[in-house]
């Protein structure tokens, strides 16, 4: 499936697992222009940061690269959770065929351990 923003531009979404994130880049350049990172908690894929940049905001991107991210999430079994607000609102606004649930501050709190 071709995935292209709000102003018709091709667009590809990657996970890289060596950052633990999601990156948005543009079929013609190998830019990173947005991200959503996670973490592994178990069985948990927590979505704790989504960032787009501001010179490409108002283009549907983050949305486009949240979806592909629990879309491919769903396969593995894992849980999304939505520590994000971005990821928690995606979720509620469009559903989610696969596991989920909002973050909690355990969750939080795990995400910050796991940064230090």
Known sequence: MTLVDKQDNEVRVKRNEADSRYEITYADS???VGFADYVINDNDRIFY???VDEDYGGRGLASILIREAIEDTFPT???VVG???F???YVEKNGYDGGYRAG???DEAFVKEMQR
Request: glycine letters at 12%; one cysteine or more; a negative charge.
């Open 104 to 106: 909690t501050p355990e």
């Open 77 to 79: 079994g894992q849980v």
């Open 87 to 89: 990821v928690s609102g």
């Open 83 to 85: 520590v994000c607000p």
């Open 49 to 51: 940061h989504t960032k």
């Open 30 to 32: 190998d830019e990173v």
